[in-house]
């Protein structure tokens, strides 16, 4: 599975976009990026995942380059509630070992 | 909303005892997983497990490691004789090969060996 790299940390205004970076220079063609999220020590929580093309739900918008090297979780209107590490994760397809890092631990600002 | 439930919450142990995690995966789900999280460090893949055999592991699933899915609802994760090194949060996942193929987590075990 194709290493990730994230920032340790970022600030977010509440009620502002949350823009978290995630590189992955060496993805395979195979292998999709997933985004989790863990607020406290909680069970990490499913965000969305993508493989080339936009992703958007209720959470979140995941944009990928379109060489796939590197991609933006956006958390649209973040809230404090949002306040947890995030995490990129590259998964290869057919496969459900996730690989965690250390991920982006995002603090939302009143 | 469907969600993964884990028995205990806490589970304090004594080194060298045998200790049974317990999860009820989503009802619908045919991939299961165990993952752990010692205090402060990365979440790290256990095993994975598919049509009742184990489908993949890492290198941490040593011989003191079992999985069992004894009925049709329950997914256990058994340590023959706790470490204190064993001391982490245990999380439980299950995941449905469908469209949305993503792994819903469960809240977790803490288990500590003293």
């Known amino acids: 599975d194709a290493k990730t790299t994230q920032p340790p940390s970022m600030d977010c205004a509440e009620g502002r976009a949350a823009n978290l970076p995630c590189n992955h220079s060496t993805i395979s063609g195979n292998e999709y990026v997933y985004w989790y999220r863990q607020i406290h020590s909680q069970g990490p929580q499913y965000i969305i995942h993508g493989l080339k093309n936009n992703e958007t739900n209720e959470m979140a918008s995941l944009i990928i380059t379109e060489d796939r090297k590197s991609s933006t979780l956006i958390l649209p209107h973040a809230t404090l509630r949002d306040t947890a590490v995030y995490y990129c994760?590259?998964?290869?397809?057919?496969?459900?070992?996730?690989?965690f890092g250390t991920g982006t631990r995002l603090k939302v600002l009143a | 909303e469907p969600e993964v439930t884990q028995t205990p919450s806490h589970q304090v142990t004594q080194m060298g005892q045998e200790v049974i995690l317990r999860c009820v995966p989503i009802s619908n789900h045919l991939y299961f997983y165990w993952y752990r999280q010692i205090l402060g460090q990365k979440v790290e893949f256990l095993v994975s497990f598919y049509n009742n055999e184990i489908s993949e592991k890492s290198e941490i699933f040593d011989d003191q490691f079992s999985v069992e899915r004894p009925d049709g609802s329950n997914f256990t994760l058994k340590i023959r004789s706790t470490k204190l090194e064993d001391s982490a949060m245990y999380f439980c996942?299950?995941?449905?090969?469908?469209?949305?193929?993503?792994?819903?987590f469960g809240q977790g075990t803490r288990l500590t060996v003293v």
């Open positions: 996942a299950s995941s449905d090969r469908g469209r949305t193929a993503e792994a819903f």
């Open positions: 994760i590259a998964v290869t397809s057919g496969t459900y070992k996730y690989i």
